[in-house]
């Protein structure tokens, strides 16, 4: 297995080889960057491959122009099943004609004994309407690429045997606190407690699966804009959510992990039923990342053109924005009923300067979803709130951009405020401006249903699943007093009264135990 970057490696096998979500262009905005830099590997021998798997359509698994330029066209993707097509459509584009259609949880027997199984999570949370995990066996050795996929539970996974490598996410990959408009030490209590739940969970997934070796992936990103520099994690912030590989090594090592394994761009771990033997581009790991910031003002330096070039290309005046912005989303509301309803309110962007010439507000838009319309803001109260600058919206616009989640949300160059609880449904509905993701995300919403299996814990019984996207409270719940934590992803829910209380909507059924 070859490091490759991020959430990318390809695994090379007698029977073939596989390159996993090569990711080497700034996305996002040019925000986010791989970190360490990949752009020096040998892509072109690196590119050559039997096999690709692109886990999910997010900007950092899913890189366009490296995968026209870099990736042989000759390779086989091994694609997910989604309930769209839009991943096999862009890969398409990209001029790649050789598919393999996977069925979710179902092993697959390639040539030479090389069997694969792609897990598919499809609910419209999950990544950018589907994420996914790829497990790969070959003469009795099982790797499972996790990536940043959230599965309820890994036993599908144990089922087939024991795994030798498990390639998992660790570091933070959104926005959360750190773009909402809150007192900095709200802010760092907030991501402190994110960044003690991306453990949590991750110690929960690796004692699920008990795997030989453990390899953290998926992150972090780092972030060379000077306007976003301090998301790095390198000012001892406790509240930063996107620690390193460093890091994650000495937090497993205060949960008694010894099997971690780092891989560095370049890095090639030889893997076997008994053992892993690991050597690196660098001659000391730990020392590289004690000189991380230096490390990161040299990338930094060395991207600074290639950020310019980017936000040159952002700003399109002759697109008038309400109008763009009506024309795509007021279709999209008049067809809504799930989402619309679980949004309940108007929501307001308020469009700007570029921030760094003042960020001055010059336009406000309201989508008033009660309404079914876009329009302009008025002195509307509002629950959720967006300010950021004009030339983004025109950009989305001027591409035909029908995911701002996979786009201006991650970039983090935008502020937030929100009256009240998270909404879910606000960045499931601008994950879906386009009629095939809408209508899958209605549907899905639609034929949710109560969970008829209860559970006792903590002087408690309430229903198995969570409300949120269906994890086993078994083995992420934890009750303390009368409040609930599923882990998975943080939700937290009062089983006195069944109200989430950390988002609108989801309440669960509970009462005291008898």
Not at 386 to 406: Q, S
């Amino acid at each position: 297995m070859t490091g490759t970057g991020h959430a990318s490696m390809r695994i090379d096998t007698s029977a073939g080889s596989i390159l996993c979500d090569p990711w080497v262009n700034p996305a996002y905005f040019a925000s986010w960057f791989p970190f360490p830099d990949n752009s020096q590997l040998d892509w072109e021998q690196l590119g050559d491959v039997d096999y690709l798997y692109v886990s999910h359509l997010h900007r950092d698994h899913f890189d366009a122009k490296h995968l026209r330029r870099f990736v042989s066209k000759k390779a086989t993707v091994l694609l997910p099943e989604y309930p769209t097509s839009q991943l096999e459509d862009e890969l398409r584009d990209l001029g790649f004609t050789s598919f393999l259609r996977t069925v979710s949880d179902e092993v697959h027997e390639l040539d030479g004994g090389l069997k694969i199984m792609i897990q598919a999570l499809i609910s419209p949370t999950d990544g950018p309407i589907g994420d996914s995990s790829l497990w790969v066996e070959h003469d009795g050795v099982r790797v499972l690429n996790q990536n940043d996929a959230r599965p309820t539970d890994l036993v599908r996974f144990t089922e087939l045997g024991h795994v030798h490598a498990h390639m998992l996410q660790f570091s933070g990959a959104i926005w959360y606190p750190m773009v909402y408009e809150l007192p900095q030490s709200a802010k760092t209590a907030f991501g402190k407690q994110k960044r003690d739940r991306q453990y949590d969970r991750t110690w929960r997934y690796i004692d699920d699966l008990k795997p030989s070796h453990v390899f953290p992936i998926a992150g972090p990103p780092c972030f060379l804009d000077e306007e976003l520099w301090h998301l790095n994690d390198i000012f001892g912030d406790e509240g930063n959510i996107f620690p390193d590989q460093a890091d994650f090594l000495r937090e497993y090592a205060k949960v008694g992990g010894t099997n971690g394994v780092v891989l560095l761009p370049g890095s090639v771990s030889t893997l076997t039923a008994d053992g892993c033997t690991t050597t690196h581009p660098v001659d000391d790991v730990d020392d590289f990342f004690a000189n991380k910031a230096e490390h990161l003002k040299a990338y930094r330096d060395r991207e600074l053109v290639t950020i310019q070039r980017e936000k040159a290309s952002w700003s399109h005046p002759e697109i008038d924005v309400l109008a763009g912005m009506k024309a795509r989303i007021d279709p999209l509301l008049e067809e809504s009923v799930r989402l619309a309803q679980g949004v309940g309110g108007p929501v307001r962007f308020d469009l700007t300067t570029p921030f760094e010439e003042g960020g001055e507000i010059i336009e406000s838009i309201l989508i008033d979803f009660p309404g079914k319309e876009v329009r302009i803001a008025a002195d509307e109260k509002v629950r959720y709130r967006f300010k950021t600058e004009r030339r983004l919206v025109e950009h989305l616009l001027f591409i035909d951009e029908g995911d701002w989640v996979n786009s201006l949300f991650l970039s983090c160059r935008f502020t937030a405020a929100r009256i009240g609880q998270y909404n879910e449904f606000v960045y499931a509905f601008f994950k879906c401006l386009s009629e095939e993701r809408l209508q899958y995300a209605e549907g899905w919403y639609e034929s949710q249903r109560p969970d008829a299996e209860d559970i006792t814990m903590g002087g408690w019984t309430f229903q198995r699943r969570c409300p949120h996207l269906k994890a086993d409270l078994t083995r992420f719940g934890i009750v303390e007093g009368d409040t609930l934590t599923c882990q998975l992803h943080g939700w937290k829910f009062n089983l006195a009264s069944g109200k989430c209380l950390t988002s609108v909507g989801h309440e669960i059924r509970s009462e005291k135990a008898s």
